[in-house]
């Protein structure tokens, strides 16, 4: 262990441009809605950063009409190659604003700059690249030699990735000729509302983008809405079961994107410095607040202590702490309340009886953190190996052969990725064969591409997203 201290390494907040006030985004103006206006906080240092105006139920009725309008007089009808040339527009845009896109991100969710900067941006912008190139094709996806669109999407996403959302949702959408009313988070609307910004920029005919900021009544105003013809939804498994209940025979097509707790499984002969990497970034990055983060590491028995001591001290290298400082590994938790969340779960560990280690690392006295934290001897009645987390808690399972290793994985209600740890390619495709997850890393870990698709089984959900597959969630097919 070294002593020495990092300099503080700042990125400059004033690229981020935070205004005092945000209004919300319809039929291509920016509006006053007649909802509450909410504050939004940075969870770092729990200052208030802007007001932002929310929508009513009138306000849904009017985004949900201009959508319907845009649709059916422009964007419904407009050959695919100039719906394409908006979306490059957009996605060079994206990039262009890059670095105040970053900064605010990471102000108004807490996530490190690095992370921001490096994963979330790059991402948004490769999801309306490639999806640009998509608009004049579709004939080629192998959906029939002209599918249609479906009409307007309703679409209402998560803080944990509120810019990346925004765009992993609407580039499928307008790629494939739909229209779209999109409800960010409540405690996480500003990049949402710059993307709105991107579209006037990129001229996109009025109506095409809709944004609403609100709480959980406007999502359910939206998505219930009988404007609307396609809802895509990504959050808890509770909020989604309940979309799905009150949706049950309205003809709306769905996706749901749900929660998850993924096996991450290191089998005896994987690297271990190399698998060590990969279980942090599993459940480290994004502070654990990831859908498919690898909430449960699943150790062969032979090499569980070897494997945990190198973790323990890799982890305690993990900087937590100020969202833009460039050298923070670990930013901070989204709200107070999700951070109760983690504190309730992790006590419900350590009662149940598994073993508690939490980073030494200083954490700050202001604002929302949680210390990254690594429970063993885990049992898989615990809490802590059923329930997500979402946050930067790992629970250790150990297993003695690969068919127990693949049955623990799959004691799941949720499916939606899994991890593989291993020298041998054999051994990967007989695992990643049995494992009911919509997503398997093999050697590597949170690898995110917009030609992949991503999406979930059982309880984590049902479609796709990203790819040729995530293209029929928006088409008449
Ligand atoms: P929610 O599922 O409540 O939120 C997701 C989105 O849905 C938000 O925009 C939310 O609005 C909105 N929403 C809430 N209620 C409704 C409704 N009845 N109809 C339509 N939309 C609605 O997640 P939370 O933010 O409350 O997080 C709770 C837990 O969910 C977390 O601790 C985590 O375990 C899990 N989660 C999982 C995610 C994943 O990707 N797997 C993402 C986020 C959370 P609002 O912001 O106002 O609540």
Not at 26 to 40: I, N, Q, R
Not at 229 to 254: H, N, P, Y
Not at 260 to 273: E, Q, R, S
Not at 286 to 305: F, K, M, T, W, Y
């Amino acid at each position: 262990m070294s002593n020495w201290e990092y300099a503080p390494a700042p990125e400059s907040r004033d690229i981020a441009n935070l205004k005092p006030a945000y209004r919300m985004f319809v039929d291509g103006k920016f509006v006053e809605g007649s909802g509450e206006p909410l504050k939004t906080v940075n969870p770092a240092t729990e200052e208030v950063l802007a007001e932002v105006s929310t929508a009513s139920k009138a306000d849904v009725d009017t985004a949900v009409k201009a959508a319907r309008r845009a649709y059916d007089r422009v964007w419904g009808r407009m050959p695919g190659a100039e719906r394409a040339k908006y979306i490059f527009r957009i996605a060079r845009l994206v990039q262009e604003r890059s670095r105040e896109l970053a900064v605010l991100e990471s102000l108004d969710n807490g996530k490190p700059i690095k992370e921001s900067r490096d994963v979330d941006v790059p991402t948004a912008a490769a999801h309306f690249f490639y999806h640009a190139g998509w608009a004049d094709k579709l004939g080629y996806a192998g959906f029939g030699p002209d599918p249609r669109p479906l009409g307007v999407a309703g679409q209402v996403i998560p803080w944990n990735f509120p810019l990346l959302m925004a765009s992993w949702k609407i580039a499928p959408a307008l790629a494939c000729g739909n229209t779209v009313v999109l409800k960010p988070a409540e405690t996480t609307p500003l990049t949402a509302l710059v993307l709105a910004e991107i579209c006037q920029q990129a001229e996109l005919p009025p109506g095409v983008v809709n944004i609403l900021p609100g709480a959980g009544d406007v999502g359910s105003e939206l998505v219930n809405h009988a404007g609307v013809d396609k809802v895509a939804f990504t959050g808890s498994t509770e909020v989604g079961k309940l979309i799905q209940r009150s949706l049950a025979g309205s003809g709306k097509k769905m996706t749901m994107e749900l929660g998850g707790k993924a096996a991450n499984i290191v089998f005896d002969d994987a690297p271990l410095d190399q698998a060590v990497e990969g279980i942090v970034n599993g459940i480290f990055f994004n502070q654990g607040h990831v859908c498919c983060a690898g909430s449960r590491l699943l150790v062969q028995e032979s090499i569980a202590d070897e494997l945990l001591a190198k973790l323990r001290t890799r982890v305690a290298t993990l900087r937590v702490g100020d969202s833009l400082d460039k050298n923070t590994d670990v930013g901070a938790i989204n709200s107070r309340a999700q951070l109760e969340k983690i504190q309730e779960l992790a006590a419900a560990g350590e009662a149940e009886g598994a073993q508690r280690w939490t980073s030494p690392v200083p954490v700050p006295d202001k604002g929302f953190f949680f210390p990254p934290t690594v429970f063993s001897d885990v049992q898989q009645s615990m809490r802590i190996a059923r329930e997500e987390i979402f946050g930067p808690v790992l629970s250790v399972l150990t297993f003695r052969t690969p068919d127990e290793a693949v049955a623990k994985a799959n004691n799941t209600p949720y499916g939606l990725s899994a991890g593989i740890w291993t020298e041998k390619g054999s051994r990967i495709l007989w695992a990643a064969q049995r494992m009911r997850a919509g997503v398997v890393w093999a050697n590597t870990f949170n690898r995110f591409d917009p030609t992949a698709p991503f999406g979930g089984y059982q309880e984590s959900g049902f479609g796709r997203e990203g790819g040729r597959a995530g293209l029929e969630a928006y088409l008449d097919v």
